[in-house]
């Protein structure tokens, strides 16, 4: 049984290209500056292929897969 | 020494080939210049674009592949396989060649760093990824050099497009780099067009302005 | 004659043990403190002679760290000093939010007691590099007194690690961690995004422990006095004491030690009148516009800086000084910035000056907050004047919606945090503006801000 995965992005890598809303519409918007908004749940297995290639679309590879971790205490 | 008179199958199709494989190789760095940020292609959605650049760049190397193995598989002139990715080892044309298997070289380095690019320092594949701009030009000196096809007519034409349409995406990149707002200045320059925009609130929020975007 | 005692010099209860407050800053008329009379007042410095020794002692104190977070300084320690490699020690004494001159004051009286905990922190860890980040230490009277003590320090061989004094620009986010590395690693001080972390890998790749000047202030007091001693001051949850930045409501700045869990009202005794017994009331501040209320001399008070929250002035009379208090009524300790809003301003006008000032200062590298904080800017401005759109408070709560949470750092949060509580506490002044009318009595600015052009802040006071 694989781990559960998250969708986070590099807000400092990340331009606004927008092709990963385009990839995987479920779970990723767009704000209305053209930054991702991703939905913070844990994703399904059936979306994991689509999620994979939202993060090889990425022009700058700023969207990551990241194992679920509890959110952490800012530095 | 130029011209071949022989016309075989082979070497028609290795001079085809890598007509095309110019082309296409123009189009993959035509991408890489201009779609940059929040670029995109009209009608096309954005993840196709990055498709499109990968995808052409990965039927480069096809036809560039069939265009040394049909070079080689005709025999009026001596090339043996390995000059194709080893430079300067033809006794035919040796130099010329051997910048197309330079060419080629430095493609494979950047194709095969962006296929494991999840797995390598991003400095490091940004690095590669530059070599772009030398294996472009050294491209186009084995195209024009090694064969008469592209000294005249039509297909220099076309060579010298492909030359001039670079050209001018290099200078509108660099004028569009020129003009950026530098980190240290963005979140001032919004703020003055926020200023600027006023009176009146921002009721929708959807006015995108060019200093907005990085 | 060796000045580096080894383990049978120092012992539980030899030298002078600082009994109640002040226990950082020491007694006198505010004199910076000589090398020797340091050791004079609170004995030499107590190497422990191996690493990781100090760890449970600290564990035990229970501290934590001052310069914001909060987060325990035994663990903070203890993964670093299992990250293997060398570590690095930096003490951060940047303070870049305008509000507080706790760590430069701290710096400047005593400096030998900063520097005692940089060098058991680098033992613990077994650190053989570290640094001392300072606000613009290559220039100016601290950076000379620092330099001096260092030097002074290592003459008298008290040093056993080298210390290099560095110079933090003055901009908001050079405090930050992520920050403050890139700039001690040659690049700008902005922030980058995690992972690493730093305590994995920092200055010049190694593992980095980074302690706020207070913190290892007090590391330098419980390594002589231990945790016990530690514990006599404080709640149990929340054990010792800190240095806090006060701003009255008569526009003195004090900076003073206080036990964890004083009541707001002793700390700001003459802003928040004492003994009240009134019930905390959300949204109606004290002041000219609502007579009924007794007038105590503040309206509302900024707890935990620019980053921190609002709370009006008769719930804050109620309040301690502890994060399990502060947080249950809306609040955040923070760095121990307490600033007092005199009745007679407008909070709206000072929360728009602060804002405009954070989103100025943010790196401008994460596009929401590069966009939403100039936004939130700009709509508080409209909110803090005469009849404001009737959109724009909608648009800043959307806006702040998208910021917090979306950048590399915790600036666009804490500035969340900030205007949100703004928004509640001065809710009846909104509804007056979108009236027209506003029950302040005069424009002047009240809270610090950096003057550009000076450096000093607009208030008048002088960083």
Not at chain 2, 46 to 58: E, G, I, K, P, Y
Not at chain 2, 119 to 127: D, E, F, G, I
Not at chain 3, 96 to 124: I, M, R, Y
Request: charged content about 15%; overall charge positive; hydrophobic content about 45%.
């Amino acid at each position: 049984m694989s781990a559960q995965k998250q969708l986070k992005v590099n807000p400092i890598a990340c331009v606004g290209h927008g092709a990963c809303a385009e990839l995987l519409p479920e779970m990723i918007s767009l704000d209305e500056w053209g930054y991702p908004l991703l939905d913070p749940r844990p994703v399904p297995a059936a979306l994991e292929r689509q999620a994979r290639r939202a993060v090889g679309g990425c022009p700058v590879l700023a969207l990551r897969l990241a194992r679920l971790t509890q959110p952490q205490p800012a530095a | 020494m130029s011209g071949i008179a022989a016309s075989t199958l082979p070497w028609y199709v290795s001079r085809a080939t890598g007509v095309v494989a110019l082309l296409l190789l123009t189009a993959v760095m035509l991408i890489g210049i201009l779609i940059n940020r929040q670029g995109r292609l009209p009608g096309l959605p954005r993840f196709a674009v990055t498709n499109l650049h990968r995808n052409l760049s990965l039927m480069a190397v096809v036809f560039i592949v069939i265009h040394v193995v049909t070079a080689v598989l005709d025999g009026y002139v001596s090339i043996p396989l390995i000059s194709g990715v080893i430079p300067f080892t033809s006794h035919y044309e040796g130099f010329w060649l051997g910048l197309g298997a330079v060419s080629f070289d430095l493609m494979l380095a950047l194709i095969v760093t962006s296929l494991v690019r999840g797995r390598m320092s991003q400095r490091l594949w940004k690095a590669v990824h530059w070599l772009a701009y030398a294996s472009w030009p050294v491209a186009f000196a084995h195209s024009i050099g090694s064969s008469s096809d592209l000294q005249g007519g039509l297909l220099l034409g076309l060579a010298v497009l492909c030359a001039a349409a670079l050209a001018a995406a290099l200078v509108w990149r660099l004028v569009r780099m020129a003009r950026e707002v530098p980190r240290a200045q963005r979140v001032g320059a919004v703020m003055n067009t926020l200023a600027h925009r006023r009176p009146g609130p921002d009721t929708t929020g959807r006015h995108l302005v060019e200093a907005d975007r990085r | 004659m060796s000045a580096r005692p080894g383990p049978a010099s120092w012992a539980p209860g030899s030298g002078p043990r600082p009994g109640g407050l002040p226990r950082l800053l020491p007694p006198g008329p505010g004199q910076p403190e000589s090398l020797g009379a340091h050791f004079g007042r609170l004995g030499h410095l107590p190497y422990r002679n191996a690493p990781r020794q100090l760890i449970p002692e600290l564990e035990a104190a229970g501290l934590t760290g001052r310069g914001g977070a909060g987060f325990p300084v035994h663990r903070k320690l203890a993964a670093v000093a299992s990250a293997g490699g060398r570590p690095v020690v930096v003490g951060n004494g940047a303070e870049s939010e305008p509000a507080s001159s706790k760590d430069v004051a701290l710096l400047w009286l005593a400096p030998h007691l900063v520097l005692d905990g940089l060098q058991l922190t680098a033992e613990a860890v077994g650190a053989r590099q570290a640094c001392l980040y300072v606000h613009e230490a290559d220039h100016g009277p601290l950076g000379d007194r620092l330099r001096q003590a260092l030097s002074e320090r290592w003459a008298a061989q008290v040093d056993r690690v080298p210390v290099q004094l560095a110079s933090a620009p003055a901009r908001f986010l050079a405090g930050q961690e992520t920050a403050m590395v890139s700039l001690l690693n040659g690049g700008e001080a902005i922030p980058s995004y995690a992972p690493p972390r730093v305590f994995e890998r920092g200055v010049g790749g190694a593992p980095t422990l980074v302690q706020n000047v207070e913190t290892l202030a007090h590391i330098a007091l419980i390594a002589r006095f231990g945790p016990g001693w530690f514990r006599q001051l404080g709640t149990a949850a929340e054990p010792g004491s800190m240095l806090c930045t006060l701003h009255h409501a008569d526009g003195s700045t004090q900076v003073t030690e206080a036990a964890l869990g004083t009541p707001l009202s002793a700390l700001l005794a003459p802003d928040l009148a004492p003994g009240q017994n009134l019930p905390p009331s959300p949204a109606f501040p004290a002041g000219p516009a609502n007579p009924r209320r007794p007038t105590s001399r503040a309206q509302a008070v900024l707890i935990g800086g620019y980053h921190g929250a609002w709370l009006p002035a008769d719930r804050a009379a109620h309040l301690t000084l502890d994060n399990a208090a502060l947080r249950a009524g809306g609040g955040f300790l923070g760095a121990g910035v307490i600033a007092a809003l005199p009745a007679g301003r407008c909070g709206l006008a000072e929360t728009a000056r602060v804002v405009r000032y954070l989103a100025l200062e943010s790196a401008g590298q994460c596009g929401p907050c590069l966009n939403g904080l100039p936004r939130i800017a700009g709509g508080l401005a409209e909110l803090a004047g005469p009849r404001p759109g009737p959109q724009v408070r909608a648009d800043v709560e959307r806006w702040a919606g998208l910021v917090s949470g979306r950048g590399a750092c915790a600036h666009p949060d804490g500035s969340v945090r900030f205007v949100r509580s703004a928004l509640t506490v001065f809710a009846a002044e909104l509804r007056q503006h979108a009236n027209g009318r506003c029950p302040a009595t005069t424009t002047k600015p009240f809270l610090p801000l950096p003057d550009p052009a000076t450096g000093h802040h607009s208030n008048g006071s002088r960083r």
